[in-house]
């Protein structure tokens, strides 16, 4: 279950603090919250001297996010917007020789989102596609001359749709599903404008309905050809089996350029005729990404050595080596990997790098990074052995809050695991003294948890309670045996794992070990849920967006296949059946007596309500005091301002009104 966490205030919905915190005017609190910017996307100009990069400024009014694209000088950090009230910003890319700037904004006329090719000698932006479908994904030529692009197809049967004749076969879709999806295939058009081309057609697609982008067309270093990661379908359930094609850019029929199932993400060398590509390690769907590099028609791991989950790789220009983007424990690090040996950590200080890194021609790195007490701000290094440097100060006002303290904490673990997490302590923490304390698990369940700057901690921490974010087997920071162990044990062994961080945050003498609560969003939720089912510990509880029903929800999901990988087999046949209701939270509903606020998307297509329907009435019926709460969006995590808002005034609320009373009293 991925999660995706947006942050926003709510200037009407204030909790109650405790008198201890009320009194610290400068602590993290939600009106702080919208005034958070976010930057995404970096890129980095060929020759090393400018980026490009969207900031979203959160509008309360408007219940909107307002963009912009940046421009930001490298050498002095000066900025400047690129676009006005344009909606709907994505994908900058630099043309090759680094003249002109492309990008995907939504166009007034076809309500989809098009791509615009800006002058950077002066000029305006030029629309470049008036597809009907929109553009998803592109990448220049190595000339400039030409850009490939994936879009959407429209439905063949577009009339008898309009006329209801409209009766569509399911398949691998998810139950929400209100018409057959089409596929997306790879098209051309000439970057000063022009008619575009179509290259590929078929059944398969080069992008499914459950990500947020497609994986990026990639040309050849000659450009004569183009490669592209191969969906069975349009459908996310079956894209595990995903391979990589390639095609002549003048048309023809798409060869397979690498047969390995799940492969995905290539990108060519600099130099030479190599390529890289995405896989999980060995082909294992419960490993971590690889990365493999294909020279001489042979491919290799050639991220063996860490045996970790890589999130996001690119090439770095004029060596033998690629740049890695992935999790160490609690930090977000960034690694050198040679084309054989180990691969060598980058010493970025106190910064967590985000996991989309730009690398220019000369070296030099771009991304967005934060620290464990400021939010995202847009960092340069002149090369992956220089230090990083700080290029924007947009949330600098954090800087003069207080926030709680931030650390890792590690424990030894059940089964023989080192484990750790992240423990963030009450705003004006004093020594001898315990606090009531609350678990935020993370979702995925292949994520993990760090020390960077996060929101909801902050304002738990600053209501006066140590925050624990522990990692639990599936987070993938920890190497693929940490990752792969939660095969068949998708909740009893993560429990353990959680429970044995929550005894050694108690050892450390800081915890009121009759105020605790647990919480979390997607597989956090399905945690929340598993835990206050087997463990009497808890006085509250959050959960949101929960897995509650393995058996359900791989029936109505979108995503049954990863779920099998899970398992072994579908829970309806005999061989794998009992595992599957063995590890559903619902099994042992009748177990939990913490109060439990249940919170969730009503379109939720990733973990669909009728999980938290389930868990509200087999908790209402046992006598549990619960409330539920639904947001009428189509996201997995409301991604507005005032919603957004509303979910962490009610989280925090909820802890606030059962942990924040004297132990023994009735937590009502």
């Known amino acids: 279950m991925k999660s995706t966490w947006y942050f926003a205030y709510a200037a009407c919905c204030a909790f109650a603090l405790p008198a201890h915190a009320a009194s610290t005017a400068s602590a993290f609190q939600l009106s702080d919250l919208r005034k958070i910017v976010n930057l995404g996307e970096p890129r980095i100009s060929p020759d090393g001297k400018h980026i490009?990069?969207?900031?979203?400024?959160?509008?309360?009014?408007?219940?909107?996010s307002q963009q912009e694209l940046d421009l930001v000088d490298v050498a002095s950090g000066a900025r400047r917007a690129l676009t006005w009230k344009r909606e709907e910003i994505s994908s900058p890319r630099w043309s090759p020789d680094g003249m002109r700037l492309a990008f995907i904004a939504k166009d007034a006329e076809t309500k989809h989102g098009q791509l615009y090719v800006m002058p950077m000698d002066g000029g305006d932006a030029l629309r470049v596609t008036a597809i009907k479908r929109g553009v998803d994904a592109y990448s220049w030529s190595p000339d400039g001359k030409q850009i490939a692009f994936v879009s959407e197809d429209e439905p063949a049967n577009a009339k008898a749709i309009k006329e209801h004749d409209d009766a569509f076969q399911v398949t691998d879709n998810h139950f929400l599903t209100r018409a057959a999806l089409t596929p997306w295939h790879l098209w051309l058009v000439p970057s000063a404008g022009g008619a575009a081309k179509r290259l590929t057609h078929g059944d398969y697609s080069l992008q499914t309905d459950q990500q947020d982008n497609a994986p990026i067309p990639v040309w050849?270093?000659?450009?004569?050809s183009i490669a592209f990661t191969r969906f069975p379908g349009a459908y996310w359930g079956p894209s595990f089996h995903s391979v990589i094609a390639t095609m002549d850019a003048g048309g023809g029929e798409p060869r397979t350029l690498v047969p390995a199932e799940g492969a995905m993400n290539a990108a060519y060398a600099p130099d030479g005729d190599g390529f890289a590509f995405m896989r999980p390690r060995g082909g294992d769907q419960n490993n971590g990404n690889?990365?493999?590099?294909?020279?001489?028609?042979?491919?290799?791991?050639?991220?063996?050595?860490?045996?970790?989950?890589?999130?996001?790789?690119?090439?770095?220009?004029?060596?033998?080596?690629l740049l890695l983007a992935g999790g160490e424990g609690t930090r977000s690090v960034l690694w050198e990997q040679p084309l054989s040996g180990a691969a060598k950590k980058l010493d970025l200080g106190?910064?967590?790098?985000?996991?989309?890194?730009?690398?220019?021609?000369?070296?030099?790195?771009?991304?967005?990074?934060?620290?464990?007490?400021?939010?995202?701000?847009?960092?340069?290094?002149?090369?992956?052995?220089?230090?990083?440097?700080?290029?924007?100060?947009?949330?600098?006002?954090?800087?003069?809050?207080?926030?709680?303290?931030?650390?890792?904490?590690?424990?030894?673990g059940p089964d023989g695991f080192r484990e750790d997490g992240v423990l963030t302590y009450p705003v004006g923490y004093r020594r001898g003294q315990t606090y009531p304390l609350v678990l935020v698990i993370h979702g995925g369940p292949e994520e993990s948890s760090t020390v960077k700057f996060a929101p909801l901690p902050q304002l738990?921490?600053?209501?006066?309670?140590?925050?624990?974010?522990?990692?639990?087997?599936?987070?993938?920071?920890?190497?693929?045996?940490?990752?792969?162990?939660?095969?068949?044990?998708?909740?009893?062994?993560?429990?353990?794992?959680?429970?044995?961080?929550?005894?050694?945050?108690?050892?450390?003498?800081?915890?009121?070990?009759?105020?605790?609560?647990?919480s979390g969003w997607s597989y956090g939720g399905y945690m929340t849920t598993w835990l206050t089912g087997h463990y009497p510990v808890w006085k509250a509880a959050v959960s949101g967006a929960a897995l509650t029903d393995w058996v359900m929800d791989y029936t109505v999901s979108y995503y049954q296949t990863g779920d099998t990988y899970f398992f072994g087999g579908s829970p309806w046949v005999a061989k794998?059946?009992?595992?599957?209701?063995?590890q559903s939270p619902i099994t042992y509903a009748h177990n939990v007596t913490a109060p439990t606020l249940i919170m969730g998307d009503v379109g939720d297509p990733n973990v669909p309500l009728l999980n938290s329907y389930e868990w509200y009435h087999a908790l209402r019926d046992n006598?549990?005091?619960?409330?539920?709460?639904?947001?009428?969006?189509?996201?997995?995590?409301?991604?507005?301002?005032?919603?957004?808002?509303?979910?962490?005034?009610r989280w925090v609320g909820w802890m606030s009104q059962h942990l924040q009373r004297a132990p023994g009293a009735n937590p009502g």
């Open 350 to 412: 106190e910064v967590e790098a985000g996991t989309d890194v730009s690398v220019s021609k000369t070296g030099a790195l771009a991304f967005v990074g934060s620290t464990p007490t400021h939010p995202g701000e847009l960092y340069a290094m002149d090369s992956p052995d220089a230090k990083p440097r700080r290029l924007t100060d947009l949330n600098t006002f954090v800087d003069s809050l207080a926030l709680g303290r931030t650390e890792s904490i590690e424990w030894p």
């Open 52 to 64: 490009a990069v969207i900031v979203s400024t959160p509008d309360w009014k408007s219940d909107k």
């Open 576 to 582: 794998y059946r009992d595992i599957w209701r063995q």
């Open 220 to 224: 050849s270093r000659d450009g004569r």
């Open 460 to 518: 738990l921490a600053a209501a006066g309670f140590v925050v624990f974010q522990p990692n639990y087997r599936g987070s993938n920071n920890l190497g693929d045996a940490y990752q792969h162990a939660i095969l068949r044990d998708t909740g009893a062994g993560p429990g353990k794992d959680v429970m044995a961080g929550v005894d050694a945050v108690e050892k450390l003498g800081i915890v009121d070990t009759q105020r605790i609560g647990v």
């Open 623 to 649: 006598g549990v005091p619960v409330e539920f709460y639904a947001y009428p969006v189509d996201t997995h995590f409301p991604k507005d301002i005032v919603r957004t808002t509303d979910v962490y005034r």
């Open 290 to 321: 690889a990365v493999y590099v294909t020279a001489n028609g042979k491919s290799r791991d050639v991220t063996g050595t860490l045996a970790r989950n890589v999130d996001s790789y690119v090439w770095l220009p004029h060596r033998k080596s």
